[in-house]
């Protein structure tokens, strides 16, 4: 590791767990299996391990979008130093696991304002138009999940 940081592959790890999520064909699960495998393994990063092994027991059948949520979460929190969109993703994810919870009405609000805040900060009209659309699905949509994750992948893209 450098001075400046770890030389973690971060973006790597959350772009591959964004892509399994919706892989259909085996053998390209099987190829982003395998590579995240060694990008995880490679971090040394215990809870980075830990989650990937917690998704290792679903991903036979089918995680859920929680587990995929997870593995960004602690992707980005074990490397907050290192990329500089981490704020806005930890944020983001939390619009995303709060949206509709009443139990966490104040730490929805102040995610959702705060990613707004980011997301205006960013100033690419994409980012936006996709924020825009997770604002007008409201939590409710059946893609919502689907916007979810394209906007991550667009933030660290």
């Given at each position: ?40 393994l ?37 490397y ?78």
């Amino acid at each position: 590791a450098s001075l400046l940081g770890s030389d973690a592959p971060v973006r790597p790890i959350i772009h591959n767990g964004i892509a399994l999520r919706s892989a259909d064909d085996p053998l390209a699960r099987a190829r982003i299996i395998t590579d995240l495998d060694d990008l995880i393994l490679n971090t040394d990063n215990l809870d980075l391990k830990d989650q990937w092994d917690r998704m290792m027991q679903c991903l036979g059948t089918s995680c859920p979008d929680e587990a995929y949520l997870d593995l960004v979460l602690v992707t980005v929190a074990s490397y907050e130093d290192d990329l500089p969109e981490s704020a806005i993703l930890i944020n983001l994810i939390a619009v995303g696991k709060y949206w509709g919870d009443e139990e966490h009405l104040l730490e929805f609000s102040k995610a959702l304002t705060m990613t707004s805040d980011q997301i205006d900060e960013l100033g690419s009209k994409n980012t936006r138009k996709q924020w825009q659309q997770i604002i007008d699905c409201n939590g409710t949509c059946p893609e919502k999940n689907d916007l979810l994750f394209t906007l991550i992948d667009t933030i660290i893209s």
